[in-house]
């Protein structure tokens, strides 16, 4: 009978204690996965950032683009990096090229003799840059 009344005062705050380690738990997940992740985060958004205004994130702070019969490109950049451009032309077919460039010096990148026509082209660097220019 005794048993029957007993104050359950071991059991008080089970609940409590069982939602921290849940929260606990969650948290350890969650920071793992920004771990694994967070660099390709990183990467994603600086190619959107660069989409939308280039230099905002990486290396390239400008880049201009000269078409006529020979295709040059000219970057700007803001720390020391390799600037690659790849184009993809329609009748020049696919053609990349790179150098070293630094805040103070970086040579334009010149495509073509009088074969350029039109097409695409992509600017990086590895500063996780990625311009796209049509011409």
Do not use: W
């Not at 705050?13 to 390709?40: D, H, K, N, S």
């Not at 295709?71 to 990096?81: G, N, S």
Request: charged share 15%; net charge neutral.
């Amino acid at each position: 009978m005794f048993y029957l009344f007993r104050n359950k005062s071991d059991e008080r705050g089970q609940g409590l204690v069982e939602y921290a380690l849940i929260l606990v738990l969650v948290a350890i997940v969650v920071i793992g996965v920004l771990l694994v992740l967070g660099p390709t985060v990183g990467r994603v958004y600086c190619r959107v950032a660069n989409t939308l205004h280039p230099g905002s994130c990486g290396a390239i702070a400008s880049y201009e683009v000269k078409h006529n019969s020979t295709l040059k490109i000219t970057a700007t950049v803001t720390k020391p990096a390799t600037v690659t451009v790849t184009l993809q032309d329609s009748s020049y077919g696919e053609k990349t090229k790179s150098q070293s460039c630094t805040p103070s010096s970086c040579e334009p990148i010149t495509f073509g003799s009088g074969e350029i026509s039109s097409g695409s082209g992509v600017i990086t660097t590895e500063h996780d840059d990625y311009i796209t220019f049509g011409y």
